[in-house]
């Protein structure tokens, strides 16, 4: 059978539209993406305090929602470049320079570990870890201004990915069951009654907790806990038989939240002694009140300064160029900020 230039050029083009086409049905949405990743970002907001809204909004950003050859080829989901420290395997790619390096990792979740790490043990982000877990507008700030991306518009970005897919929504206690029902409304399958809820409103399930924007006052009582503000963080006094569980749900956090904020290991089963400070809120990285410096006194610890002043443990330790081992001495003195 002979074929004339114009039937080979009608084949030519009809090959290349569904070569195009599978491609395009081949690529992930914004969605999918969500979907298979938002359990990883939970996990490591509750492990490390990073937003999961932004932890998402970054792997979206810089994957391209997993598409990237970045992230196809190398499962690298957050552009992270090798670094001097990096000792795994690599793989070259042009970026600010050409055939830059950058890490490879053998699963997406090894990726989205490298990142919580990256960002949590990093001391130019270590100032990010004052903002709430729930801010992620000044994380997205603070990303840019720690120098996570050149892009002049980083942050605006974060922003924008974050509120147009609703991922704000996992930042909440319950955000994966506000999410699913934010996803049912917008396809039209939700009763009147969540329809009419606020964009991070909480199902009436959860009502009895308390509205933080209601406790964040120098004192209030609420279902017997007195709320106190510490160097801008607040905090409640643990009394006799309080738990880690029972303080957690008070104030519409996840018991293992509660204890990061506190730094105790998440797997622990101790809770509170009477009279001990528990935080609410993510520790400040130093001292922002009256005085700059702490003399120990007998039998004081790094954890027991840290929480006498609302400073997370790992930022005193720093200042005072210290172990987080260290074992403190009566009469030492220490840096607050």
């Known amino acids: 059978m002979i074929f004339s230039k114009y039937t080979t050029h009608i084949l030519i083009v009809a090959l290349t539209l569904l070569v195009w086409d599978s491609a395009a049905q081949s690529r992930q949405t914004r969605e999918e993406y969500v979907d298979k990743y938002k359990h990883i970002a939970i996990e490591h907001m509750e492990r490390y305090g990073i937003p999961a809204s932004i932890t ?18 190398s499962n690298n989901h957050f552009g992270i470049k090798c670094k001097s420290d990096w ?16 890490r490879k990792y053998d699963s997406v979740e090894e990726s989205y570990e490298d990142h919580a790490e990256f960002l949590d043990q990093s001391p ?22 720690a120098g996570y991306a050149t892009a002049s518009d980083y942050a605006q970005r974060l922003v924008r990915i974050i509120e147009e897919n609703n991922l704000f929504l996992f930042d909440e206690d319950n955000g994966s069951e506000l999410y699913a029902a934010r996803m049912r409304a917008e396809r039209g399958r939700v009763d009147e009654e ?10 009436e399930t959860m009502e009895a907790r308390i ?38 749900q008070t104030f519409a956090l996840t018991e293992r ?16 002694i009477e009279g001990e400070y528990v935080y609410i809120e993510q520790k400040q990285s130093r001292w922002t009140g009256e005085g700059s410096h702490h003399r120990v006194k007998q039998g ?38």
């Not at 909004?57 to 391209?64: F, K, T, V």
């Not at 969540?194 to 199902?203: I, K, R």
């Not at 924007?213 to 963080?233: C, K």
């Open 56 to 73: 998402l909004a970054q792997g979206i950003l810089e994957s391209d929602s997993g598409n990237s050859n970045l992230a196809r080829k």
């Open 87 to 102: 000792k795994g395997e690599r793989v070259y790619h042009n970026d600010d320079a050409p055939n830059e390096c950058f």
């Open 124 to 145: 130019r982000y270590d100032s990010l870890f004052a903002y709430s877990s729930n801010d992620y507008r000044s994380w997205a700030r603070g990303l840019k201004a």
């Open 194 to 203: 969540f329809a009419t809820q606020s964009s991070v409103a909480v199902p």
């Open 211 to 248: 509205d933080p924007d209601n406790y964040r006052v120098p004192e209030r009582t609420y279902n017997g806990f007195s709320v106190y503000a510490n160097n801008g963080v607040h905090y409640i006094v643990a009394r006799n038989g309080d738990t880690f569980a029972r303080i957690a």
């Open 257 to 272: 939240t509660l204890r990061k904020y506190n730094e105790i290991d998440p797997k622990s089963v101790a809770n509170p």
């Open 300 to 337: 004081e610890t790094l954890t027991s300064v840290a929480q006498e002043y609302g400073i997370r443990r790992k930022q005193l330790a720093r200042m005072n160029r210290l172990k987080m081992s260290a074992a403190l001495v009566e009469g030492q003195t220490l840096r607050l900020n």
